[in-house]
């Protein structure tokens, strides 16, 4: 009995942490292309000017080491999070907001790694630098002129942005995925325990990422500019700049790009995190 006792612990934590490795690294790398392009796309210098669709590969040496770690650190928060409320009575709105809790929370400790990771990696992606390497290597090489916390200060350059960008992102796509996977079952009357396959997963992260793409692309604007800025600049004054210079259709940038990517993304992040996680469970 205390050894199926201590299988059942696993999920949030063991489960989570290789299938959620598994979805982020198998996203981010198949993906990347699209992701340099939007990038490309919202860069202030113009899409042509930093790279157009040359090097799209530049960059992936910093996906692919944060991949995995990001996105395993946001589904054991955000698994973890969601079990506190399993046994609990709640209603549909209830769910809802056990899963925007636990999905805000989750990302808010995904982006201790993601930051850093979409610092270096943009930088290359826009064609300031050739590799990820040389990105972080520039800025590591700044402590010997301007110290230890300047350097920590530019790698985590756009924190505040990126979690207000990522926070309304997943309050949006996560409670809708939950909540189209939680139809599906019911519609089939699904034993107790079980969950809904790869497949399934993949449709419905698609459809729930892409509108909350449509609807964050605004905040991934000012995330890219600041990121991407020679000097630190405040939120307010990168979107002053925007509004006067190039006018409201600036801050829809990419848009397309970034809801294809992120619409087949939902698919194969989530899909493959709902494989993993079947395959690992049992289902």
Known sequence: MEV????RIEPPYLRSLLAGGIAGTTVDVSLFPLDTIKTRLQSSAGFWASGGFRGVYNGIGSAVVGSAPGAALFFVTYESVKEQFAHRKL???GEAGAHMLAASVGEVAACAVRVPTEVVKQRAQAGQYPTSLTALTSILAQRSTHGF????????RGWSITIMREVPFTVIQFPLWEAMKRWSLKQRSVARGK??????????????????AGLTTPLDVLKTRLMLAKQRQSITAITTKIWREEGAKAFFSGIGPRTMWISIGGAVFLGSY???TNLLSGN
């Open 91 to 93: 209603g549909p709105y």
């Open 4 to 7: 199926r006792k201590e299988a």
């Open 149 to 156: 916390f300047h350097v920590w200060r530019e790698l985590y």
């Open 274 to 276: 709902q494989w993993a």
């Open 195 to 212: 969950d809904v396959t790869g497949a399934e997963s993949a449709i419905y992260g698609s459809i729930s990422g892409a509108v909350a």
